[in-house]
């Protein structure tokens, strides 16, 4: 069979058109390869540590699930959670700090997103400043600005609520830039025909469009600032992971896995509430498109 | 027409108080509500607010012109940038090369039983749901201060992300390959090969290629919790208050993101084809 003349032929057209493709796909992989030893090196990967040590990660894990007592925490639910009250309240704060960063940076965004837009600002300048300057606020990262923030404003949460909301003002402002610049023109034109003003403008043919996408992407921001603000604590700028970080530091094992889980489930519900209120924001709203 | 006519015909378009109008206030007072409550319960005053910016403007002033350093610092400097690129290269490159067969036990059309079906989708959230930071610190404890911690946790939580959206990708894939190669006889791990692989490896790649660049950012900051990078330096030039190396540093960030940023968008363009604008 393998000797079949029309066989070898077919044989012959596959390994000629493939043949570029392995070429190609097999250079690709080298590269990556190259480059991958190069960072190993850079990054001091050291598997000999790593399969040396990796028992301890999973003691690590199954120690957390331990009490000080050496009881397993399900045992003993009390004093697994013993903290629960400071530990609520801590949440409780983490979440205000979410939700207020949230709500200034959503509006700071929704007051500079409209001068990032084409289709409703004319200057080219102002436009370009507008959107180097919302660049810088979302690269940036929120830990460092919490960092230089807890230098002016000093430890505590005043800090991380003004880190999220540049960071947010910075993330929302794109995104809402976009979605002003997709809106249908005519009522702007028609409320410009009627002789108003730019904020005029603004207020009657534009935000009705975008109120409702607006909303949505607000809520989508709230979840993740909810995860950033569990963190905000390690630099000192409030909220629950000043305590998680020192009991990780001073190896509280039981504490450990009693604040993942709060902050985990916390998560899981902010994610399940947003989501609901989202889907009935574009949903059922009067301006929705999509 | 006048006007009294118009009301008495649309009388629903001059009432006043409206449902709508009524939920909207509700909302926008509950929201303002709440937002008191924070301010107080998060020791906002005006005092505070102002001394605050007031310093921060200092602060700010203070980072003007950004320092180098030069020298032996300058190359203390790019050398912790490259580990941090290194951290964000790596940890991307094995997380996804390690979710590929996982991702392939979490999707529906390819899972081999149902049990290892849930136990994947379980653990990709539990590795979604655990921040890169505090990874970071988990790893720590097992391999020691520096970058190889910072892999680990990149690895850690990337591993999560890339399942779930692999699979994702994995059950969108079509059909009808998978039913062509079956029919001409292919085995369980032809079908995969031949019928799945080439419809979704374009999808993959450009979700790589996106959380490379994210891992860059993220990889900036798990440095200061000390799982190595330039997160490091930055956390330490801040609390010894040389603001003129902050800036310098921040400002090698931004380029050096920007610049992966246009790189993985150039690449992702090539990959999945032009953009549709």
Known sequence: ?290 | MTTDAQITKYPQHFRTVTRHRVITITVLVTMLALLILSFYRLDFSLARIFSGFSKLFDVTRLMFPPDPGWGPTLLRYLHAMGETVAIAFLGTLVSAILAFPLASLAARNTRINLVMHFLARRTFDTLRGVDTLIWALIWINVVGLGPFAGVLAIICSDLGSFGKLFSEAIEAADRKPVEGITSTGGSRIQQIRFGIVPQVLPVFLSQVLYYFESNTRSATIIGIVGAGGIGLILSEQIRTLEFQQVSFVILMILVTVSAIDWLCSKLRFQVIGQPQH
């Open chain 1, 1 to 290: 069979m393998v000797n079949h003349p029309e066989h070898n032929a077919l044989l012959k057209a596959y390994e000629q058109a493939t043949h570029r493709r392995r070429q190609q796909f097999g250079s690709g992989v080298a590269m990556v390869l190259l480059l991958s030893m190069l960072a190993a090196w850079m990054a001091e990967v050291d598997l000999e540590k790593f399969y040396d040590n990796i028992g301890n990660f999973t003691s690590y894990i199954g120690r957390i699930f331990y009490l000080e007592s050496g009881q397993a925490v399900i045992r003993d639910p009390s004093e697994w959670f013993w903290g629960l009250n400071k530990w609520m309240a801590l949440l409780g704060e983490t979440l205000m700090m979410a939700y207020v960063g949230t709500l200034l940076g959503t509006l700071g965004a929704v007051l500079f997103c409209f001068t990032a837009s084409k289709n409703v600002t004319r200057s080219a300048t102002l436009i370009f400043a507008t959107r180097r300057f919302m660049e810088f606020c979302r690269t940036v990262p929120e830990l460092v600005f919490a960092l230089i923030f807890v230098v002016a404003f000093g430890l505590g949460p005043m800090a991380g609520v003004l880190a999220i909301a540049i960071h947010t003002m910075g993330a929302l402002g794109k995104l809402f830039a976009e979605v002003v610049e997709n809106i249908d023109m005519k009522p702007v034109h028609g409320v410009v025909a009627t002789g108003a003003n730019w904020v005029q403008k603004i207020r009657f043919a534009v935000m009705p469009q975008v109120l409702s996408n607006f909303a949505s992407y607000a809520l989508l921001r709230f979840e993740i600032n909810v995860r950033g603000a569990a963190v905000l604590g390690f630099v000192g700028a409030g909220g629950i992971g000043e305590t998680l970080i020192s009991a990780i530091r001073k190896f509280y094992y039981a504490d450990v896995s009693a604040l993942l889980i709060l902050i985990i489930l916390t998560v899981v519900v902010i994610d399940s509430l947003t989501e609901k209120l989202r889907h009935q924001l574009i949903g059922s709203g009067p301006e929705s498109k999509a």
